[in-house]
């Protein structure tokens, strides 16, 4: 029998899902590329700079969770569109009577193992069995932080559609969630759920799940642009910056809500993370409305201290007059309405943008040069 880390890995593409690889245009020999390469962060830095730690990383105390039920999710929203973030870029996305279920991970670790690995700062705010029914789920890529086996086939359990990179759908098939339930999508293409489309958004990372990253790029890795007949949602996944979200947001916005990752960043690997600044740079140039972030607050990921990204953001939002809404774990938010930024999280060191910068190579640089899509 498999043992779990193995099973968690999910198997690898074969067969249709194979051949719908070799047809993608981002899919050379034996795996996915970005538009802009991505450099790898030094190895012998990157070490030496894990082993030297961060200061701040994990709350001392616990964090504030809004407690969710049967009923607090049951009825639509009569605005059209409510966001509730769940927690690091898990978030329910409630759009023109679709609810679409984000990057789900209920488990206690980010990891292939139960026993060690990031583990979560609190507990899902709300249980997989009090969510309202999900007319889809939507997956950005393999990472354990954003593809958890367990919550898959919890999910899976009930029923429900999974919208996927192309080659994630093996991960699935192998975990036994049936073919028919899954349907993978190239950069640029489409599924209806409903009368909302969903559209699979380029963006600058890699995948694997392997912890030698033997199946590096094995899989894609995407955003999503959710679009219904009255609203429009961007989801970044994980991603460095680069000029095709100007392309998202020409072709694919304006949006009236952006959730675009802040956390887990650092310059040394500036090209696989926004973080804070450069995050509300992709808001601009996708054409965004309102930012939410997500990737932050749930798992200890990187150096920074934990409440650095959201300080930072506030900075970074004010300045280019982005509007701003950070919910707590399980808070909803509607963007026709929105609410006064409150910090709930602890008044405790962080490092600014000008003590550690964080910006993307290549022609991504715009924020170097002053260049914005205004």
Not at 6 to 25: D, I, T, V, W, Y
Not at 81 to 107: A, F, K, M
Not at 337 to 364: D, F, K, M, N, Y
Request: proline share 10%.
């Amino acid at each position: 029998m498999m043992a779990p880390a193995c099973a968690s890995m999910g198997g690898p593409p074969s067969g249709r899902g194979l051949e719908m690889m070799k047809q993608s245009a981002n899919y050379r020999d034996g795996r996915f590329v970005n538009g802009i390469p991505v450099g790898d962060p030094p190895l012998f830095q990157t070490l030496k700079e894990w082993v030297k730690g961060g200061e701040h990383t994990v709350p001392e105390k616990p964090v504030p969770v809004v407690k969710l039920g049967k009923t607090d999710l049951a009825t639509l929203p009569p605005s059209g569109l409510r966001i509730t973030w769940i927690g690091h870029s898990t978030t329910l996305v409630e759009i023109d009577g679709v609810r679409l279920l984000l990057d789900p991970i209920w488990s206690t670790r980010s990891s292939p193992f139960s026993w060690t690995g990031p583990k979560r700062f609190y507990e899902p705010p709300v249980s997989l069995d009090d969510l309202p029914p999900i007319d889809a789920v939507l997956i950005s890529h393999d990472h354990y932080d954003h593809l958890d086996m367990d919550t898959v086939i919890g999910l899976a359990r009930k029923g429900f559609r999974f919208l996927v990179p192309l080659g994630v759908g093996a991960r699935l098939m192998n975990w036994g969630i049936p073919a028919g339930r899954i349907e993978e999508l190239d950069w640029w293409e489409a599924a209806e759920v409903k009368e909302v489309t969903v559209t699979a958004t380029p963006a600058r990372h890699f995948s694997g799940r392997s912890l030698l990253m033997m199946d590096r790029d094995k899989t894609l890795w995407s955003g999503f642009a959710m679009a219904g007949p009255e609203h429009r949602v961007y989801y970044s996944g994980d991603t460095g910056m680069f000029p095709g979200i100007i392309e998202i947001g020409k072709r694919l916005g304006p949006f009236d809500a952006s959730l675009v990752e802040i956390g887990a960043y650092h310059q040394l690997w500036a090209d696989l993370h926004l973080g804070p600044e450069q995050a509300v740079q992709a808001v601009k140039d996708v054409r965004g409305g309102m930012l939410i972030p997500t990737h932050w607050a749930t798992f200890d990921l990187a150096l920074h201290s934990w409440v650095e990204p959201a300080e930072r953001l506030i900075t970074a939002a004010a300045k280019r007059n982005i509007p701003l809404a950070i919910p707590k774990p399980g808070q909803s938010v509607e963007p026709s309405s929105p609410r006064p930024l409150v910090r709930w999280w602890p008044e405790i060191p962080w490092q600014t943008a000008e003590e550690h910068p964080v910006v993307s190579s290549g022609p991504a640089t715009r924020l170097r040069q002053g260049i914005s899509n205004e």
